[in-house]
């Protein structure tokens, strides 16, 4: 399960051809572990590491119903240590991913958002004193090595144009806490590649979002942090947010339906249907016409379940 060609995920087109361009997907939904998902590329670097630093239990961060959350539990049931994750009190109802969360017997702390940072504190101190060696995950696997897992998920969409002697334009995205589009955009970078990369923001606004984004790609390429010589990469787009986190409307759904009904793959609405939809939207309204575009399909399965109720 450590060999990277593990994730080389399949790219196929789409049959969607909004203004004449052809539309192709990457398929990290299917990445063969718990349903795929960007959150297995970092979850699997973030295990590398645990276990290089010896730890024996792992601390991380997020909604007890996030794709986040299911996938490092399940990766400490694997390893058979304990997972503790920290989780914001809310009242979302049941969903198949915290369903699994449990399943995995992860311990779930609930906090109030303002104690999380305390919480958090406690949780490791505690832990340290007991004897465990714990290994901290920021929410959603930001960081560095998050940011690592697209930098190489970028090698293999490069291997994949080689291979087939074509040229993507663009690659659009959701974009959540950034390390992601950071990957993509350092990708890029570090192979004097020109595609645009465009982040639809599920939920966070300007100019905060996008300025985790550039922060965690000057972090990982080292470079000064009021620098803003990326800033022309980082292309966060925070105008299909809707209200925030979760929310969609009748247009994200009809996207979910028409992209399963056409071509058979799952997405959701807190995630990758929303962005889809966003990236229609902004397809026509910044007039793209005649481009090879790429879509991330980011991952998420269990949530496209949760939609069904609605569909
Ligand atoms: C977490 C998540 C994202 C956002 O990824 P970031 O790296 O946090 O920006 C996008 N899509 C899905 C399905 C996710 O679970």
């Not at 790219?11 to 959150?39: A, M, T």
């Not at 056409?262 to 910044?286: H, Q």
């Amino acid at each position: 399960m450590n060999n990277i060609n593990y994730f080389n995920t399949p790219i196929h087109r789409l049959s969607e051809s909004v203004n004449d361009n052809s539309f192709y997907i990457k398929r990290d939904d299917l990445i063969p572990f718990s349903f795929g998902g960007n959150k297995v590329r970092k979850g699997f670097l973030f295990f590398e590491d645990l276990k290089k630093s010896n730890c024996n239990c792992v601390v991380t961060y997020g909604s007890k119903a996030s794709n986040h959350c299911r996938i490092i539990a399940n990766l400490a049931a694997l390893e058979k240590i304990p997972c503790h994750i920290i989780s914001p009190r809310e009242d979302k109802g049941i969903n198949f991913n915290n369903r699994m969360v449990e399943m995995f017997d992860a311990h779930v702390t609930l906090c109030s958002v303002e104690e999380v940072a305390s919480t958090i504190e406690n949780k490791i101190q505690k832990l340290n004193n007991q004897g465990y060696r714990p290994y901290f995950i920021q929410g959603g696997g930001h960081g560095n090595i998050g940011t690592e897992s697209y930098i190489r998920a970028y090698k293999e969409i490069l291997e994949y144009e080689k291979r087939e002697d074509l040229y993507f334009d663009y690659v659009f995205h959701t974009s959540g806490t950034g390390s992601t589009q950071a990957g993509l955009i350092c990708g890029k970078y570090l192979n004097k590649d020109q595609k645009e990369i465009i982040g639809i923001s599920n939920a966070r606004k300007n100019p905060y979002g996008g300025q985790v984004v550039l922060d965690s790609v000057n972090e990982y390429l080292e470079i000064p942090a009021k620098s803003s010589t990326m800033e022309k990469e980082v292309n966060f787009i925070d105008d299909f947010v809707l209200s925030g986190y979760g929310d969609y409307n009748d247009e994200v759904l009809k996207t979910i339906k028409k992209i399963m009904i056409d071509d058979g793959v799952p997405m959701d609405s807190t995630y990758t249907g929303k962005a889809f939809w966003g990236m229609k939207n902004y397809i026509m309204n910044e007039s793209i016409f005649n481009k090879n575009i790429l879509f991330l399909h980011t991952g998420g399965t269990p949530l496209y379940f949760n939609d069904l109720e609605w569909l």
